[in-house]
């Protein structure tokens, strides 16, 4: 089954936003840092801190985030709020990647690829809306 919920990208300060939305709407909330990941060996200690991925989630809301981790990127209004698709086969976010990425901004393009956590990727549409993609690995 795929999911969708809103996506936000912060700037070094995921974690404290995270926690006053809990404060706010309640709640379970979960944050992962870099430093606890496979991606620590790939990026630099600075980065380490920084949340790979925070989730809460309050009877029917619920909100994923991140620290801006993009290397050449750069975090602007507009680009800080995204759609996020997780969850389901490879096979099902490969079709719904693709169809969105029909006129996509290419250089906001990030095809779909394994990594330690499962499939990602990323897209800005032909409509300047972000999304993000997490699920299963391909088989």
Not at 42 to 54: L, T
Not at 65 to 75: E, I, K, Q
Request: proline share 5%.
């Amino acid at each position: 089954m795929i999911n969708l919920t809103p996506f936000l990208l912060f700037d070094g300060n995921c974690a404290e936003a995270m926690v006053f939305y809990q404060s706010c709407l309640g709640g379970e909330l979960s944050i992962t840092r870099v430093a606890d990941t496979p991606m620590k060996n790939s990026m630099p200690p600075g980065q380490h801190q920084k949340v790979a991925y925070a989730h809460l989630k309050s009877n029917a809301i619920e909100l994923s985030a991140t620290d801006w981790l993009h290397p050449t990127r750069t975090p602007t209004q507009g680009n800080t709020v995204a759609m996020y698709l997780y969850g389901g086969k490879y096979i099902e976010l490969r079709a719904i990647f693709d169809s969105l990425a029909i006129d996509a901004n290419k250089a906001l393009l990030d095809d779909l690829r394994e990594m330690p956590f499962g499939t990602y990727g990323h897209l800005a549409d032909k409509y300047g809306v972000h999304w993000f993609f997490r699920g299963e690995k391909a088989a």
